[in-house]
């Protein structure tokens, strides 16, 4: 069966970056000229998905905005001759089927996961979290649907992590079976670095079974006091099997600062009338570091 669903959470406080977050939910601060949750829904619109639920929350409604037509800011392009930007506008509001369901309580991602029960039915279906973007030739969501096409088993994105942040992600334990492709015997949530069985770390991409929502029903309370989608895909390993497949591409962790101004950086970066001035403007501000340095106590 084909993967034509894409659930995407969004129903988080982004309380790393308050007091931004206040009253912007996170998945709208920008990355360049675009919201960080555009990129998420173009990279599952770039693998082939006609349908999103976003799960949002108390407080989320730019994020419906966005995706939604402005008539007032259409009319306005028009009439001012702006045409690029008009059918940039546009082409937003037509990237796909855009659902959206609001997670009442703050329970965890599994819950939020839990949510879309109604809207997955039956069919497999794609997982994406807005805290991870990737940079790739080819989708890191397709090269996913890839992997479930040939093996028709659950499937989850990995990356080799340094050891000492395995206590940020789920880990996995597994053996070999291709390359990029491992079959996947346990998996650990936020490890300490010693009782981590790799370095393989779950990251925000994921193809799931229907099945997962029977072992979410029980709304088992793991780490942090949430419902964690590991400790129900530790479950659907055992009921149907799991993959984790290293995928090929450039990963940014935007849910922090550091990993935030990263993304926006290498973003920039890519953008030909931007390229130049983004690298003149680090350079310039190198100089001013090093100034600033010398002229501090030691």
């Not at 599994?110 to 029960?117: I, K, L, S």
């Not at 099945?211 to 419902?227: A, K, N, Q, S």
């Not at 659907?236 to 550091?258: H, M």
């Amino acid at each position: 069966m084909q993967v034509k669903k894409a659930v995407i959470p969004a129903a988080g406080l982004g309380t790393r970056f308050l007091p931004a977050t206040k009253a912007m939910p996170k998945e709208m601060m920008p990355l360049v000229d675009k919201p960080a949750i555009q990129y998420i829904v173009e990279e599952a619109v770039a693998s082939g998905i006609e349908d999103i639920l976003i799960v949002t929350g108390k407080g989320k409604r730019a994020i419906e905005d966005h995706f939604d037509r402005s008539f007032e800011l259409e009319e306005s392009l028009s009439s001012k001759g702006k045409l690029s930007l008009l059918a940039e506008v546009q082409r937003i509001t037509e990237l796909a089927n855009i659902h959206y369901i609001r997670q009442k309580q703050p329970l965890g991602l599994g819950h939020a996961v839990w949510c879309a029960r109604k809207f997955v039915g039956s069919e497999p279906f794609a997982v994406l979290l807005g805290d991870d973007i990737v940079r790739s030739e080819v989708p890191c969501l397709s090269q996913l649907i890839q992997v479930y096409s040939q093996y028709e088993q659950a499937v989850v994105a990995v990356q080799n992590v340094s050891r000492e942040h395995v206590s940020r992600y789920g880990i996995v334990d597994s053996t070999v079976l291709d390359t990029h492709l491992f079959q996947v015997h346990s998996l650990v949530e936020k490890p300490t670095p010693e009782q981590s069985p790799s370095t393989l770390a779950i990251t925000g991409r994921y193809i799931l079974t229907p099945r997962v929502f029977e072992f979410l029903e029980d709304g088992v309370i793991g780490t942090g006091g949430e419902i964690q989608l590991t400790d129900a895909l530790a479950r659907l390993n055992q009921a149907e099997g799991l993959l984790a497949y290293e995928f090929t591409g450039r990963r940014y962790d935007i849910g922090d600062k550091e990993g935030f101004i990263q993304a926006t950086l290498e973003l920039a970066l890519a953008e030909p009338e931007l390229h130049d001035f983004i690298l003149d403007l680090m350079s310039q501000v190198m100089q001013q570091a090093d100034g600033f340095l010398a002229r501090q106590p030691v």
